[in-house]
């Protein structure tokens, strides 16, 4: 089975996750967005490494999702922080940290 | 050109010379001690004070009679101190030279200085600040010995700077007055000046010679190039002319006379402003190698022995009238010693009987303002022989000196140098005489304004003769300005001649006392007119006005204000020079600051356009950092394609 489908399916989430991180304004949903395009990238470092037979991008994939898992714990603490003075899950509501 | 002798070497210093340093020291000392103790030494400074020159001049003296006891070859002792600078290849010691030269100024420095602490015991006597004035003296005293005993250039140069430093503090010692202050930085400043050019001298020295002692220097002098000398010499004769107020660099020594009198005896008379004679004596092997330098030594001193005169008959400032005789009787040095080996024991002898007749006038000036509430003005004065007998006398001893009356000292040296003037050229000799008469003239005129006239004293101002302290000097000062010539007379050339490195040609016997020669005659001759006009239009039945009166004549003015050097100096140099300071502060506030300022500015617009990126809005953020991720990958794709 060739690795063309994982590609492309790789590619249509991390579409998918661009496109939602870019035009969506609820700070969960575009946390998710970003966790979509990291499995995408997930997913491709595993049939590259599934089409090598090498066990490295297994590996990175690993790295990736730990990475991800201490990215959750502290992305999800200041969206609730932010929820908490603010009312409010928007990304535009916090705009105070600018020129 | 006459060759020079050879110059006999110093021999080592043993016994007694060894402790020639003492010398130097004792003053500096006293002066540290006077200088550190500040108020505490109030009560006994001017004791110390006076006490360190005695002595240098007892161990002087001592040094002298060994000199005298010792023969011709072994005069010149050489006194090695330490080795001040030592890198690579160059050595320069610190050491001193005791020889026929310099012994010669060691007494009448710490001579003349003597007398001149001890008139200033009772001249200083209700000023506040008289330890200080004490230290500054002692001050100068070290200086101005490390200069005339130093056995190299680059010593000689301290001591140089020292006495200039003196001078500066002596000068200014009554800034309150604004006046004092300004002349003390004027002379600083013109000063250095000659310094400029004394310093490049020691450099190329270093240079030529690799050394800059007098030793290696008159050795090598004979093998250097002419170009080379008469750069050297031309430089010599620039550091002389500033520390001697000879023409260009004459224009501070008028206004020095804002320092205490004293200091002007010593410092401004006898003994600092003669130091460019010294320079140019002891470079005499340099100056024998180039005959342009001598020549310009010789117009310089020809030049400022007139325009001194000159001043001299315009003033009505009784300092300053003495100021410019200064000036011109030191160009008369300056002329002797310019004409060569025939003419340096002349400079050197008239040097030594100027600063006795000198320093005497200067005293009595000083007495004569004692006893009229400080006015120095010549016109405030008159009848004071009989109110002032002491001082009268003196100054009459140094004013027969000075106008070179028969058997006084200036009779003997000043004829020396005419005569050797008119060997050298008639025209420098005619002009020489020339200046004698009016020399002549301008001196009656301050005799007879301020002794003989009629009184026109200011009211409220009662004169009365100086205390014992200020008239004991004076009389020793006028013994000296009496007999001086006659002592000295036929002794001091065949002294002097190994040190100056060549004989007078026919020794020194001619004037002697029954020769009658033609240029004496002529001299006494013009002398006598001058003395004549200045009693014709000065004597005891004329009147003189108060007030100065206003003149016309373009000679008389141009003396007033000093041959306007203040004015040349502005025109040429200040005005110059602070145009081009005005337009290089334009150019640094409108060129090199608004480069600068406006580079600053620019970029910090061009910060704050940027910081309009930093909006605050997320997803702003995110397309930004697609866009950069999708500009690495596109990059990264093209490479890999390319």
Redesign the interface.
């Known amino acids: 089975m060739s690795a063309n489908s994982y590609l492309v399916l790789s590619a249509i989430l991390f579409t998918i996750g661009?496109v939602g991180?870019?035009?969506r304004?609820n700070a969960i949903v575009?946390f998710m967005c970003v966790e979509l395009m990291l499995n995408a990238a997930n997913l491709s470092l595993v049939a590259f490494a599934h089409m090598h037979g090498a066990l490295d991008g297994q590996i990175a994939a690993f790295f990736v999702m730990v990475v991800a898992a201490a990215e959750v714990v502290i992305g999800l603490a200041i969206i609730v922080t932010i929820f908490r003075t603010r009312r409010s899950a928007s990304?535009?509501d916090?705009?105070?940290?600018?020129? | 050109m006459q060759l020079p002798l050879e110059v006999v070497p110093p021999v080592a210093a043993t016994g007694l010379f060894s402790y020639a340093w003492l010398l130097i020291a004792i003053p500096a000392v006293s002066a540290a001690i006077l200088l550190l103790l500040g108020r505490a030494a109030d009560a006994w400074g001017h004791l110390l004070g006076t006490l360190a020159p005695v002595a240098a001049f007892v161990i002087g003296l001592v040094l002298f009679l060994r000199l005298l006891d010792s023969d011709v070859g072994s005069r010149a002792v050489g006194v090695p101190l330490y080795d001040w600078v030592s890198v690579g290849s160059w050595h320069i010691g610190a050491g001193l030279l005791v020889d026929q030269l310099s012994i010669l100024f060691v007494l009448l420095i710490t001579g003349v200085g003597g007398l001149i602490h001890v008139y200033s015991i009772g001249y200083m006597a209700s000023d506040p600040k008289r330890r200080l004035f004490f230290a500054y003296l002692n001050l100068f005293v070290a200086s101005m010995l490390l200069l005339v005993l130093a056995d190299n250039y680059l010593v000689l140069f301290v001591g140089w700077e020292g006495v200039g430093l003196a001078s500066y503090l002596l000068i200014g010692f009554w800034q309150h007055r604004p006046s004092a202050a300004t002349a003390a930085k004027k002379a600083f400043v013109v000063n250095r000046v000659g310094d400029m050019g004394m310093s490049i001298a020691i450099m190329l020295m270093l240079a030529t010679f690799g050394s800059s002692a007098f030793v290696d220097v008159n050795a090598g002098a004979g093998r250097m190039g002419g170009t080379t000398a008469t750069v050297m010499g031309l430089l010599l004769l620039l550091g002389a002319c500033g520390k001697s107020a000879q023409v260009p660099l004459q224009s501070w020594l008028l206004d020095a006379m804002e320092g205490p009198t004293p200091v002007s005896a010593l410092i401004h008379a006898a003994t600092m402003v003669t130091a460019g004679v010294y320079l140019v004596t002891r470079s005499h092997a340099i100056f024998a190698e180039t005959p342009t330098a001598s020549l310009a030594v010789v117009i310089v001193g020809t030049v400022t022995l007139l325009a001194g005169a000159w001043i001299g008959c315009a003033k009505d400032d009784i300092k300053k009238v003495l100021a410019g005789s200064t000036m011109s009787q030191i160009g008369y040095m300056m002329l002797a010693a310019g004409i060569g080996p025939a003419g340096y024991a002349f400079a050197i002898f008239h040097l030594l009987t100027h600063g006795f007749f000198k320093a005497d006038m200067f005293l009595g000036a000083g007495s004569v303002m004692h006893a009229m509430n400080d006015d120095v003005n010549l016109r405030h004065y008159g009848a004071l022989a009989r109110a002032l007998p002491i001082t009268f006398v003196t100054f009459a001893a140094g004013y027969l000196a000075i106008i070179g009356f028969p058997f006084f000292s200036g009779y003997y040296s000043k004829d020396h140098i005419i005569a050797a003037a008119f060997d050298d050229s008639v025209t420098i000799g005619l002009l020489a005489v020339l200046g004698a008469g009016i020399t002549a003239f301008y001196m009656t005129r301050l005799m007879l304004m301020t002794f003989l006239s009629r009184k026109r004293w200011l009211d409220g101002v009662h004169p009365h003769e100086s205390p014992l302290v200020m008239t004991i000097p004076l009389i020793l000062l006028a013994i000296g300005s009496a007999v001086g010539g006659l002592v000295l007379n036929n002794w001091i050339g065949d002294w002097l001649t190994p040190a100056v490195g060549g004989a007078p040609p026919g020794g020194t016997e001619a004037p002697s006392l029954v020769e009658i020669n033609l240029i004496g005659i002529l001299t006494l001759i013009v002398v006598a007119i001058g003395v004549a006009i200045a009693v014709l239009v000065f004597g005891p039945r004329r009147t003189i006005a108060i007030e100065q009166p206003a003149s016309r004549s373009p000679l008389t003015l141009a003396g007033r204000n000093d041959l306007y050097g203040d004015a040349l100096n502005e025109t040429v140099f200040m005005r110059p020079g602070r145009a081009l300071t005005d337009g290089l502060a334009a150019f640094d506030n409108g060129g090199i600051d608004e480069a600068v300022v406006g580079t600053a500015a620019g970029i910090g617009q061009l910060s704050s356009r940027l910081?309009?990126w930093?909006?605050?809005?997320?997803?702003s953020y995110?397309?930004t950092m697609?866009a950069g991720v999708a500009v690495v990958g596109a990059v990264l794709v093209l490479g890999r394609l390319g």
């Open positions: 661009t991180f870019l035009i304004r575009a990304v535009d916090a705009n105070l940290l600018k020129f | 910081r309009r930093q909006n605050g809005f997320v997803r995110a397309l697609v």
